[in-house]
Each structure stands twice: as structure tokens, then as C-alpha cells.
């Protein structure tokens, strides 16, 4: 991969990593209820999902799912569900030293299959692996991706989970993070219709 086009898939990593989507709302969550430290298994599920799902797309799941058009239906109900449920995680958060058995973050496996039912993570990996790999070295090209997509995001959904921190230090009282978390469920709620409202009016 060329030099500069190695620096517009890094502009283009930062830039989709480090705008606001359903991660780094839950992200901005995780940090003002749990802390910094309890929230890495997130931050590494978000990574590790993302590149996983570079590798696949790349290496051909984006073809199967134009063959067969059923099944993106399926995956994308499944999908819906999943990320409601997540929601209903977030709103229903009480915080550290909370005794409820919902009062943990997100394991790195919840939040790599997150990946999956997240519009933005598809997007954005999508969009790098069609637009930043050569079909002579394509193989190489979508390591590179993978790459420089967990490198170059890491550092801002960190910071996002250090807003969280922040935020935390605001939301002192019990029922004002509860209302903080509340709001964060509604918010990943309503990134889910635009979505499922096209996928409604396709069938």
C-alpha cells in the first residue's frame, strides 16, 4: 500500500472511530459507570469485533449476503434484537459497587458481537474494504485494513470512555446516573430504527 494511501485510511480510521455511533455511546456510558479500568474488555471487544469483520467481509461473507438476500434479512432482525437488549444493559446500569447482578460493563465478547448489529461498524468497515484494497494484493491490502483500523481507533474510543470518566465525576448521585444511563439506552434505541424502518419498507 502506497504511502498517502496508507495516511487516508488512517484520516479515514480516525474519523469513523472517533465520531459519535452506537459504540462510543456506549462507550461514553461504560466510563461514567464503571470507570476506566472495567471498561477495557470493552474497548477491546469494539476492536477485536471490528477486525474480524474486516477479515470476513473481505475474504467473502459481503458476497454470500448478496446471493442471498434472506439471509441479511435474519441477520439483521437478529441483529435489532441484540442491540435492544444492549440498550436495555445500559438504561438498566446501577453502577460500581452495585450489588444487582446488571451492574457490570460489557464482556469483550458482548462487545465484539456488538459488531454485528451495529449500522456504523458495517459502514465503516465496508467502506474501507471496498475503497482501500487493490484486487492485486488483496490479501495483503485487507490485513493492512484490519490493521491500521484497530491502531488508529483504539486511541479514540479511549478517549471516549475517558469522557465517561469525566462525566462520572458530574453524575455523583446515584439517580443522576441513572438518568444519564437512561438517556444513553433511549439514544441507542433510536440509532437501531432508521435501520429497521428500511428493512421494513425492502420487505
Known amino acids: 500500500m502506497a504511502p498517502d494511501t496508507l495516511l487516508a485510511l488512517a484520516t479515514f480510521s480516525i474519523v469513523s472511530c472517533g465520531t459519535p455511533g452506537p459504540n462510543n455511546m456506549m462507550l461514553l456510558s461504560s466510563g461514567a459507570t464503571f470507570g476506566f479500568r472495567r471498561t477495557l474488555p470493552h474497548i477491546f471487544g469494539i476492536s477485536g469485533g471490528c477486525v474480524i469483520m474486516v477479515l470476513l467481509l473481505g475474504f467473502g461473507l459481503a458476497g454470500v449476503m448478496a446471493r442471498l438476500p434472506g439471509l441479511f434479512t435474519a441477520l439483521h432482525l437478529a441483529s435489532t434484537a441484540y442491540l435492544l437488549y444492549l440498550a436495555w444493559r445500559i438504561a438498566t446500569s446501577v453502577g460500581v459497587g452495585a450489588t444487582s447482578p446488571r451492574g457490570k460493563p460489557l464482556s469483550f465478547l458482548d462487545a465484539a458481537a456488538?459488531?454485528?448489529?451495529?449500522?456504523?461498524?458495517?459502514?465503516?468497515?465496508?467502506?474501507?474494504?471496498?475503497?482501500?484494497?487493490?484486487?492485486?494484493?488483496?490479501?495483503?491490502?485487507?490485513?493492512?485494513?484490519?490493521?491500521?483500523?484497530?491502531?488508529?481507533?483504539?486511541?479514540?474510543?479511549?478517549?471516549?470512555?475517558?469522557?465517561?470518566?469525566?462525566?462520572?465525576?458530574?453524575?455523583?448521585?446515584?439517580?443522576?446516573?441513572?438518568?444519564?444511563?437512561?438517556?444513553?439506552?433511549?439514544?441507542?434505541?433510536?440509532?437501531?430504527?432508521?435501520?429497521?424502518?428500511?428493512?421494513?419498507?425492502?420487505?
Request: charged residues 10%; contains cysteine.
Open 114 to 203: 456488538f459488531q454485528w448489529a451495529n449500522p456504523k461498524a458495517w459502514a465503516m468497515t465496508l467502506g474501507a474494504a471496498t475503497s482501500f484494497s487493490r484486487p492485486e494484493h488483496f490479501a495483503a491490502d485487507i490485513a493492512a485494513i484490519a490493521l491500521i483500523l484497530c491502531v488508529a481507533g483504539m486511541p479514540c474510543i479511549m478517549l471516549w470512555t475517558g469522557g465517561g470518566t469525566v462525566v462520572r465525576r458530574v453524575l455523583a448521585r446515584p439517580a443522576q446516573l441513572r438518568i444519564f444511563n437512561v438517556s444513553m439506552g433511549a439514544l441507542l434505541v433510536l440509532s437501531v430504527l432508521p435501520g429497521l424502518f428500511e428493512l421494513v419498507r425492502r420487505v
